[in-house]
């Protein structure tokens, strides 16, 4: 009898130590309610000894993880039912079904309120999801959900789902959002399919028509360089001939004033020899006659070559 008594009170010495201590393990923060109250401090890694007999409740929260909460259609058997929960009404009045994956994990400095909503965290979240999906799903067309869905709600929920919780004071933070899937449900499926495909037609022949335009925009520009590079030769082969052209007529022209300085009657025998090579010229092209042609008995008649007007 005597052992069986010492034996009890080891054992309730035993449960006793046991009770007291939580072994809080690495990136784990504790949160201790004593009689119900939260205690300000919250031991780290390592042995913690508090009140035994369940005086003390320990909770551990394990700080950086990432905790998921799966969101919308999550199986086939789901999305038989009538009603699955990720099927939303869009703007224009069609269902779209959404598989969604939200990613958070907890505030160090907040870890007391997270402990106090732990148990209803991850309904809360998964809630506060689907009230967001479907304010966003019904200001959009269902061909807009469809389309740009996933690359829009990616950036857009984390925000926006963080914002709501924040007024709960759960100690979460949004990390991000994964949209696995937004598609139409199976009895419309194939008329999607087909729409997608023509959207997905019409950007094929929209990217050739670019590529056709920006090759012919090259083409283009590139012949307008050809024509300027030639533009510009011609220009300088121009100005370089119009250049000694000029320099040779003042060269001559300078010749010829010397001349005439020495000699009065050389720019008129240099005229009359430059314009009977002139007219010489010009009656080879046809342009002029002798007037010897055209002296008739009635005088002459000249109907090719106009008479110079009479002097008064």
Known sequence: MRFLLYGSLA????WTVLSALTQVQPGEL??????????ADKPGPGLFVGLPWGLDRVDRVAMGRENRVAVGVVNKEEEQRETPSGQLLTGDHNLVNLQVEVFYTVFEDQVEKFVLHAERADALVARVTESVLAEWLAGRSVDEALREGKTLLRSYLPGQVQARLDAYGMGVQIKRADINQIYPPEEVKDAFDRLAQAFTNIETQKNKALQEADTKRREAESKVFHNQRLTAAYDQEQRLQAQA?????????EQYRKLATNDLHYLNVLWQDE???LYGRMRQTGRVDLLDHYLSSEGLNITQFPLAPKKK
Do not use: H, P, Q
């Not at 504790?30 to 205690?39: K, Y």
């Open 11 to 14: 054992a309730l010495l035993i």
């Open 30 to 39: 504790a949160v201790v309610r004593r009689f119900g109250r939260v205690l």
């Open 245 to 253: 052209d000029a320099k040779t007529f003042l060269s001559r022209l």
């Open 275 to 277: 314009m009977t090579r």
